[in-house]
C-alpha cells in the first residue's frame, strides 16, 4: 500500500478482553516500530522489529503486551486481559532499514476499555 | 532516564502573530526531529536538525538546535489558521536511532 495501515482504526473493549491490533507497513520496509500515545501526551516506544524478530522490546510495559511479526510484514499487537489504563492510541511505523527518523507512521488505533 | 520537555503545553495565538516552541532534552543528543499531528491523523515529519546550530525553515516555521543547551526552538512567524495542530519534538533513544523519546507536545491553535 502507500502508507502504514493499521486497523481497526478504533476498538472498544471491555476490561479484562484480549485485543489484536494490526499494522500493514509500507511495502518493502524491513524496520516496524509500535508506540503508544495516550491522550494529551507524546507517543510512548514499545518495540521494534527488524524483519521477523523484535530487535528491542524495552518499552513494553508488562507482561500483558505482546507483538509478533512472523514473516516480516504484518504485525499484531496483543493486548490480553486488558485495563482502562490501557486505553491510547497505538500507532504504527514503519521504515527501510532501521532508522526511526526515516519511519512513516500510521493513523493509529484508538483503543478504548470501558 | 532521558527526559524531552517542551513549553508551553497549550498555545493559543491569533493570525499573524510570532511564537516559539521550546523542547528541552536531557541527553547529549546530538540530533532533533520535530512532527506535527493533527486531530486524528498520523504524525508528519517537519525538520530533522542533525548537528548543533542547525536551522531548517520550511513556510512559516524555522526550527534550530542548540545541542550544548540541550535546546530546540521551532519559530511560527505571521501564523495562519492552517497551523493549528500538536507539535511534538522527539530525540533518539538510544545510540542505534531505533526508538524516538517524544516531548508531550505543544497543541497551537490558531485563531482568526
Redesign the interface.
Do not use: T
Given at each position: 500500500g502507500a502508507g502504514?495501515s493499521q486497523t481497526p482504526s478504533n476498538k472498544v473493549t471491555e476490561k479484562g478482553k484480549y485485543v489484536e491490533l494490526r499494522c500493514d507497513p509500507i511495502s518493502g520496509h524491513t524496520?516496524l516500530?509500535w508506540?503508544r500515545q495516550s491522550l494529551?501526551?507524546?507517543?510512548?516506544?514499545l518495540i521494534?522489529f527488524q524483519g521477523t524478530g523484535a530487535?528491542?522490546d524495552s518499552?513494553l510495559p508488562n507482561d500483558r503486551f505482546f507483538a509478533v511479526r512472523p514473516e516480516g510484514s504484518v504485525s499484531t499487537l496483543k493486548i490480553q486481559r486488558t485495563e482502562r489504563g490501557d486505553s491510547a492510541v497505538y500507532?504504527c511505523?514503519s521504515s527501510f532499514g532501521?532508522?526511526?527518523?526515516e519511519a512513516?507512521?500510521?493513523?493509529?488505533t484508538r483503543l478504548t476499555v470501558v | 532516564e532521558l527526559k524531552?520537555e517542551q513549553n508551553p503545553l497549550f498555545l493559543s495565538m491569533q493570525e499573524g502573530k510570532n511564537y516559539t516552541i521550546y523542547c528541552n532534552y536531557s541527553t547529549t543528543s546530538d540530533?532533533l526531529?520535530w512532527y506535527r499531528q493533527d486531530p486524528?491523523?498520523?504524525?508528519e515529519s517537519l525538520f530533522?536538525l542533525l548537528s548543533n546550530g542547525a536551522v531548517k525553515q520550511e513556510g512559516r516555521l524555522m526550527a534550530s538546535l542548540d545541542t550544548k543547551a540541550r535546546l530546540s526552538t521551532l519559530h511560527i512567524t505571521a501564523a495562519v489558521h492552517d497551523l493549528s495542530a500538536t507539535y511534538?519534538c522527539?530525540v533518539?533513544?538510544?545510540n542505534?536511532?531505533?526508538?524516538?523519546?517524544?516531548?508531550?507536545?505543544t497543541r497551537l491553535s490558531v485563531l482568526p
Open positions: 502504514v524496520a516500530y508506540y494529551g501526551q507524546g507517543p510512548e516506544f521494534y530487535a528491542d518499552g500507532l511505523a532501521g532508522a526511526i527518523a512513516f507512521f500510521g493513523q493509529g | 524531552v540530533r526531529y486524528g491523523k498520523s504524525l530533522v511534538f522527539a533518539e533513544g538510544n542505534y536511532g531505533q526508538n524516538f523519546v517524544f516531548g508531550p507536545g
